[in-house]
């Protein structure tokens, strides 16, 4: 079966592509990985310098938290100010795509006025109606999160009903055909939360959800038709699973999933460690004979090309 291609913003993204790599720059302070923010402009702007050299192909570039364990919700004006900052640092210090993670039209709006060209939203365009006007404003490509207000047990099936639900309402907003890859959500399917932007589950298995639906990821992909994007980094699916309650403890879990992701079909991978993590998305591609990538990670200043 032929993969699904898409684009993010100007890259392609699955096909026969090599193995892409999302930068994560948080400009919220109350974001779960404290080793993630980059409140102010100096930061955001070295923070995205830093990536492009250590791999990156696209920066993504939050203004809330959204881990739905964390009460961390801010007024929608703050974190518009937030992403309008930040995105605007991240498109002048380095030459790569900019995304925008939220779900609310307003940061939405002003992160695309800022220079960003895609959007990343963790409800899969369900939570606010007013973003259809802003993609069909702005034409940015989009990662399309698996949610469902009230879900079974997340399993494979039903996350990629989801996205499937999800990629119908970029469609009806205007996405181009190939301008959406689907995010399988880890870490958003849990019995219980603080907010509305996690899918809740009846049982209490969340962590052996998220795993279950990495190492199942091919199926994953062929139900939802998009080429898919995993989200692992030093999520609290690895402290559940390692008993490591800080998420600075989580780096070896990451990079374990990560692999563990790309050798079950991902095209694309989002993490706060760009150079650990494309060394490891290089040795998993490399294992199942995907294409190079063109980038290499720097490691102590020097680019590793040894793989």
């Known amino acids: 079966m032929q993969r699904p291609e898409s684009r993010l913003g100007p890259v392609r993204v699955g096909g026969s592509r090599p193995v892409r790599i999302m930068g994560v720059i948080n400009a919220s302070p109350e ?13 955001a702007a070295r923070a995205a310098a830093r990536m492009e050299a ?11 938290s959204t881990a739905p364990y964390l009460r961390a919700a801010v007024p929608e004006e703050a974190e518009a100010r937030r992403v309008a900052r930040a995105v605007e640092a991240a498109v002048g210090a380095a030459g790569l795509p ?20 895609i959007l990343n939203d963790v409800t899969g365009l369900k939570h606010d109606p007013g973003m259809a006007a802003v993609l069909s404003r702005h034409s940015p490509s989009v990662v399309l999160c698996a949610h469902r207000r009230r879900a079974r047990d997340g399993g494979p099936g039903e996350t990629a009903s989801a996205l499937r639900e999800s990629a119908e309402l ?6 181009p055909p190939g301008r959406a890859v689907a995010d ?23 962590a052996r959800r998220d795993a279950e639906v990495l190492d199942r990821l091919r199926e994953v992909g062929e139900g939802a038709g998009l080429p ?34 790309v050798m079950r079909g991902a095209d694309a991978v989002r993490t ?4 650990a993590t494309a060394a490891a998305v290089d040795a998993a591609a490399a ?3 995907r294409r190079a990538r063109r980038r290499r990670a720097r490691i102590g200043g020097a680019a590793d090309k040894s793989l």
């Open 54 to 64: 250590e791999g990156a192909d696209i920066i993504d570039v939050g203004g809330m």
């Open 98 to 117: 900019v995304s925008v993670d939220t779900c609310r039209a307003a940061a939405a709006e002003a992160g695309m006025r800022s220079g960003a060209s």
């Open 272 to 275: 706060h460690d760009v150079a």
């Open 228 to 261: 898919l994007l995993a989200s692992v980094s030093r999520k609290s699916f690895l402290g559940a699973l390692f008993g490591q309650e800080d998420p600075a403890s989580r780096l070896p879990g990451s990079l374990a999933f990560e692999a563990l992701a």
């Open 170 to 175: 970029a469609a009806r907003a205007g996405v």
């Open 287 to 289: 294992g199942i004979g």
């Open 184 to 206: 399988p959500a880890v870490g958003f399917f849990r019995r219980g939360g603080r907010g509305r932007l996690f899918s809740r589950i009846a049982s209490s298995g969340a």
């Open 31 to 43: 974001s779960f990985y404290k080793g993630s923010v980059a409140a102010g402009y100096g930061d």
